[in-house]
């Protein structure tokens, strides 16, 4: 981990032989009528038609019996009865059998600069053609067929008689060869029939790539037989960190998959045309396998299956050729399972500080004339990489492999930013997109004071939608090798199937557009209509998803030096508010445009969709007072990566939350140093600013804030300093620093506060940069 299923259907069994069948068709009572198209990922070229197809007890499936047309065939033929109980006939095709009233899948004029994934659909009134020159492309093309249904197509026993599609042509291709979704069951896991939904899901979506994180500190979960010590040992720990504290709950955790378990999901995923590609963690994130087999450490330990999140200073002994025999040991199991032609191994987050002081680590950096020890992780990675070679396979790790040199034929996925994939296409390496900023979906989707707990951060559906995987700074050639985005699913916090669910969705779909369709088709506008259709599917399908997009967001404008709410949605709906502490019903006021407020004020507001609540309701403090909407003059700029509402954020009237994205702005690694302009010379009694705690978070409290008031903004008065205690241990804590003063008339306020730049030697990350975060300034 990396700080900072739909329902299962079955599919008709055919003969080889089988050419011709017939099934009773029964009638029901009932109809629905399709809308507008509303498929997701939106597929690269659309054209619509006037008219319907209807789909009903007279209607048959054609195929040509190639490519995975019949296994199509009873997949769509199998939905139908499910949902309406009609069962379709499914016949051999070939050009001169009559078509009315057909479904027919088809290599015959398929396009082939479609690609091995592409597919199109062509639908008049009479008949439907999908095409394709692979299973792949059938499959994909039989997910966007589906999605022109109705929604309640996913429903079983939805009681219709009749489907109706509407008249349209359809030309569709991937913009990505890798399309991918993680799931880490290191910390939690969860059972095979949840794993296979989590890859319906998937497939629904045309994600490709399945990402199975197998292996953690916190616990082994794959069977590996030449190494049983594993799973008997490794597989277990004593109990699980409660929430964020450094308490656990003594409650032991434990589980496992069989060789044949894993093997029954590669298989079914292999029949959703999605890869398992598993993931082995080494050098770090081993202490699972430490604990098992101590002999594989740089010291004697003693060793136990961590309990706590974070990251261990003990890693496997790169200097010790038994453990890279251990490796290759389990490789080769692993190998046998997974037929995937990457293989994970992890790479990330390997302190240094074990190696440092191990004899055996310093005797091969001596022995093979390496630098340091970087360039021992690199040759701990590129004999691994050597031997998945020689086994013709190719090795993917996170972004930390690029240090020290990058193996030949690695991959690289680029986690803690975009320059990782950058560095590996300029270098001509392939690298797979998954930046914590735009693919950590264990963050925060919605405000984290009414969200259940997650990792941290604030990553919103918008926000996923708005990530290019392509940089700007690449040239066509090199963004050859960025071939794919995956979105990330950590779960120290996510217990259950139904919290994944809501962690990965529908902020997943999100991704899987970025993934499948051409960048200049996307539109945020576009997209969040077509999700009210998916939502009813994913409603149907019982997808305990987020509606967190369905939220009100809260923020100012500045008017003439004045502070105005404005309130929005990410979905379309009407917002109703009160700015009286009062929840918002029905009948409270509907907001039309941005509105002052007088007095400081406790806004709350919801989102309504045909007259229903359709999110929950948010609330948020809004203070007024002397400085609100005065221009604010940044002297030691802030960070990009947490703004705030920008240069205005300090006066911007919206008090911090507990999520650093909401109201705080941050400072990283740097002093923080601004100006208030009061616009004309103002009698105050009082000068108040919030700073946050949270070390596990790597934020700080200043060591010192200094107040000063100026007249003219030259000349300055410094006041008597607020410290803080920055640096000792603690859990998350807001304070105030504060200055009182007699009636003194002033026009300019500045504040100064120091950081302490870097983490303290308590600190796992010792001397990285810290952050400071601050909001709101209050004068009175």
């Known amino acids: ?180 979704m993680h799931l880490d069951v290191g910390r939690h896991m969860f059972p095979v029939e949840f794993i296979k939904k989590y890859i319906d899901l998937m497939a629904m ?28 040992i490794g597989s277990i720990r004593k109990g699980t960190q409660i929430s964020k504290t450094d308490e656990i709950d003594s409650i032991p955790y434990s589980g496992f998959y069989t060789q044949a378990q894993a093997s029954e999901i590669v298989a079914y995923a292999a029949s959703k045309y999605i890869t398992v590609i598993p993931e082995i963690e ?28 974070g990251v261990a200073d003990d890693i496997c002994c790169a200097g010790n050729d038994s453990v890279f025999t251990f490796y290759q040991d389990v490789l080769t199991e692993i190998m046998d399972i997974f037929p995937s032609m990457y293989i994970h191994i992890g790479g990330d987050e390997a302190p240094k500080v074990r190696w440092k002081n191990c004899p055996k680590c310093q005797t091969r950096i001596k022995t093979e004339g390496l630098k340091d020890e970087d360039e021992l992780q690199s040759y701990f990675i590129r004999r691994i990489e050597k031997f998945l070679v020689s086994k013709n396979r190719r090795l993917i790790g996170w972004d930390e492999i690029l240090e020290g040199g990058l193996p030949p034929e690695a991959t690289v996925m680029a986690w803690r930013g975009i320059q990782a994939g950058i560095d590996a296409a300029t270098q001509g390496h392939d ?99 077509r999700m009210d259709n998916q939502f009813q599917r994913l409603d149907n399908l019982g997808v305990k998803y987020s509606k967190g997009s369905s939220t009100v967001d809260f923020t100012t404008q500045r008017d003439k030096n004045r502070n105005f709410v404005v309130l929005s949605s990410e979905t379309k709906g009407e917002i109703r508010y009160t700015t009286d502490s009062s929840d918002p019903v029905s009948s409270s006021k509907l907001y039309t445009e941005p509105f002052e407020l007088t007095k400081s004020a406790v806004v709350k507001a919801v989102l309504f969709r045909k007259g229903k609540i359709a999110g929950t309701i948010k609330q948020r403090e809004i203070t007024v007072n002397k400085a609100s909407g005065k221009p604010v003059t940044i002297i030691k700029p802030y960070s990009f990566k947490y703004p705030g509402t920008g240069e205005q954020a300090m006066t911007d009237g919206l008090t911090g939350t507990n999520s ?76 105030t620093a504060a200055i009182n003063i007699s009636e003194l008339d002033i026009r300019y306020i500045k504040v100064s506060a120091n950081s302490p730049k870097v983490l303290p ?8 940069p810290c952050w400071i975060f601050a909001d709101e300034l209050v004068v009175e």
Not at 47 to 75: C, H, R, V, Y
Request: hydrophobic share 40%; proline share 6%; glycine share 6%.
């Open 660 to 735: 650093y994205k909401t109201g705080w702005q941050g400072y990283e690694g740097t002093d923080m140093e601004f100006t208030v302009d009061l616009l004309q010379p103002t009698k105050i009694i009082s000068i108040k600013l919030n700073f946050v705690k949270n070390p596990e978070d790597w934020v700080l409290f200043p060591t010192e804030v200094v107040f000063s008031t100026s007249m003219d903004g030259k000349n300055w008065k410094d006041h008597t300093p607020t410290k803080f205690d920055a640096l000792s241990p603690s859990e998350q804590e807001v304070k």
């Open 431 to 529: 690298a797979i997109m998954t930046p914590v900023d735009y693919c950590y979906f264990d963050y925060y989707q919605g405000d984290p004071a009414t969200e259940p707990e997650a990792a941290g951060g604030y990553l919103t559906l918008k926000t996923v939608y708005s990530y290019n995987p392509l940089p700007p700074v690449l040239t066509p050639e090199q963004t050859t090798h960025i071939i794919g985005v995956q979105g990330n699913v950590w779960t120290e916090f996510i217990k259950t199937p139904e919290y994944v669910e809501y962690m990965a969705f529908p902020r997943a779909i999100a991704l899987a557009e970025i993934a499948w369709s051409q960048q200049h088709l996307r539109n945020w506008d576009d997209f969040i209509t």
């Open 205 to 232: 979506y045309k994600i490709n790539t399945f990402h199975w994180h197998l292996t953690e500190d916190q616990g082994w979960r794959i069977e590996i037989k030449k190494y049983p010590k594993l799973t008997q």
């Open 1 to 180: 981990m990396h700080f900072v299923k739909p329902i299962k259907t079955t599919t008709m069994k055919f003969s080889v032989r089988l050419l011709i069948f017939t099934i009773i068709i029964l009638a029901f009572n009932g109809n629905l009528t399709a809308g507008s198209i509303n498929i997701v990922p939106v597929p690269m070229q659309v054209i619509e038609g006037k008219g319907i197809f209807t789909i009903q007890s007279s209607t048959i499936i054609l195929i040509d019996e190639t490519n995975g047309t019949m296994e199509m065939a009873g997949l769509l033929s199998d939905k139908i009865r499910l949902s309406s109980g009609l069962s379709i006939e499914i016949r051999s095709y070939n050009a001169a059998f009559p078509k009315n009233n057909a479904i027919v899948f088809t290599t015959l004029g398929a396009d082939v600069s479609l690609g091995k994934e592409g597919y199109t659909i062509d639908i008049s009134e009479t008949q439907v053609f999908v095409k394709s020159t692979t299973a792949a492309g059938f499959f994909y093309g039989l997910q966007s067929l589906l999605q022109l249904l109705p929604a309640d197509i996913e429903k079983t026993q939805s009681g219709l008689k009749s489907f109706s599609i509407p008249v349209v042509n359809i030309r569709d291709k991937p913009r990505f060869g890798y399309r991918g």
């Open 761 to 768: 030697e308590w600190h796992e990350y010792r001397g990285q």
């Open 282 to 309: 080494m050098p770090g994130h081993s202490v699972a396998a430490l604990t098992a087999y101590p002999s594989l450490a740089c010291t004697s330990g003693p060793f136990e299956v961590r309990t706590h999140w």
